[in-house]
């Protein structure tokens, strides 16, 4: 079965940190583009991170550049986003997915797989 499990999400402080974790099975990750989106109660879903099959590139939406960083381990076959200096505007359910390629804003193109979320919350 093809899927993608995210984890690693919950409730942080502002200025705290989280690493979220995507999981991929029944398929490898190395032919994809994978990346973050992230969608907040009432806005539309957007991207955050992408990270490119080929050399690795990283791409991240303007508001969380230089706080987050995604990186992927093929041989895990798992990608990961570390969240620093969180903020409440960072509160929303995070969906890993994998498509075609990276967008330059952090996105990810031609998505074929969508994880199910996991949800973090930013609050004091």
């Known amino acids: 079965q093809v899927q993608l499990v995210e984890s690693g999400g919950g409730s942080v402080q502002p200025g705290g940190s989280l690493r979220l974790s995507c999981a991929a099975s029944?398929?490898?990750?190395?032919?994809?583009?994978i990346g973050w989106f992230r969608q907040a109660p009432g806005k539309e879903r957007e991207g955050v991170s992408c990270v490119s099959s080929s050399v690795g590139s990283t791409y991240y939406a303007d508001s969380v550049k230089g706080r987050f960083f995604i990186s992927r381990d093929n041989a895990k076959n798992t990608v990961y986003l570390q969240m620093n200096g969180l903020k409440p505007e960072d509160t929303a359910v995070y969906y890993c997915a994998t498509g075609a390629r990276c967008s330059g804003y952090g996105s990810v193109r031609a998505v074929n797989v969508w994880g199910r979320g996991t949800l973090v919350t930013v609050s004091s």
């Open positions: 029944g398929f490898t990750l190395d032919d994809y583009a």
